[in-house]
């Protein structure tokens, strides 16, 4: 157990660490197939260790903060942000992580860690070993990639459970996409949780100039919709239920 206190204090590392460590690559190779065997570390991926705790046996970091070290430009992001900062309804078994680095999903311990593509501008905030995208950033991308994520009933319900949002950061968050139908669906869904989010008019008249001309849909799975002026959206005839059920849902807690 040599390195073990060592390894605990980094939480998760790659085998150039090892080497740093140990001084030899070959020492490395060494300490990485003996820790394992005896449980002290797992293997997450390809070069990627995290350390057990010797109580719990379980990893020592969260789920979150391994997804945060997958890379070094790894930000959690979408629900995954949510879930971290405490802003959810349900805790999925999956954790999405934006980096440069594609990489294929994988498990590890039983969670299933996803690519999302990176955006360089994004707002991230660090903490300790936790790398996340700002709260009104993950409001943004989880609007943006609703359908590839939790759907759209979930990212309401979420986004309902944020105390107080900023509307400069909310405008930041949405211009360095520089897509019109991400104005629109920022525009028409947090003009529905207006009040709860206390956002302004002068907001959304802002948003409401960039507005694309051609007619879009929302959901387009959705069968019964409605042509809403302002935002240029077909929206869904029952929308106004989601939220009322989001509402319901926060309520009960």
């Given at each position: 157990m040599k390195y073990y206190e060592q390894m605990l204090e980094l939480g998760c590392?790659?085998?150039?660490?090892?080497?740093?460590?140990?001084?030899?690559?070959?020492?490395?190779?060494?300490?990485?197939?003996?820790?394992?065997?005896?449980?002290?570390?797992?293997?997450?991926?390809?070069?990627?260790?995290?350390?057990?705790?010797?109580?719990?046996?379980?990893?020592?970091l969260s789920r979150y903060q391994i997804g945060s070290q997958l890379y070094e430009d790894a930000v959690i992001s979408h629900h995954s942000a949510f879930e971290a900062f405490g802003y959810a309804n349900q805790v999925f078994y999956e954790?999405?992580?934006?980096?440069?680095?594609?990489?294929?999903?994988?498990?590890?311990?039983?969670?299933w860690y996803h690519h999302m593509e990176r955006?360089?501008?994004m707002d991230v905030v660090t903490n300790g070993k936790l790398r996340i995208t700002g709260i009104e950033q993950t409001i943004v991308d989880s609007i943006k990639d609703f359908s590839k994520i939790a759907g759209l009933e979930e990212v309401i319900r979420c986004i309902m459970l944020v105390p107080s949002v900023r509307e400069n950061k909310l405008l930041e968050a949405i211009s360095v996409y520089n897509n019109m139908f991400l104005y629109q669906k920022c525009g028409y869904i947090l003009e529905q949780l207006q009040d709860e989010l206390g956002l302004s008019d002068n907001f959304f008249e802002y948003l409401s100039r960039y507005t694309a001309d051609s007619k879009r849909y929302l959901i387009k799975e959705n069968g019964q919709n409605v042509w809403n002026p302002k935002w240029k959206l077909y929206v869904p005839v029952d929308f106004m239920h989601l939220v009322d059920k989001g509402v319901g849902d926060y309520d009960a807690i």
């Open positions: 590392f790659n085998k150039s660490k090892v080497i740093e460590l140990t001084g030899t690559e070959a020492a490395a190779k060494s300490i990485l197939y003996d820790y394992q065997k005896k449980g002290y570390i797992e293997k997450v991926k390809r070069d990627l260790y995290a350390v057990i705790s010797l109580e719990t046996k379980q990893p020592v954790v999405y992580v934006e980096t440069e680095s594609r990489f294929r999903d994988f498990e590890y311990n039983g969670i955006n360089d501008c």
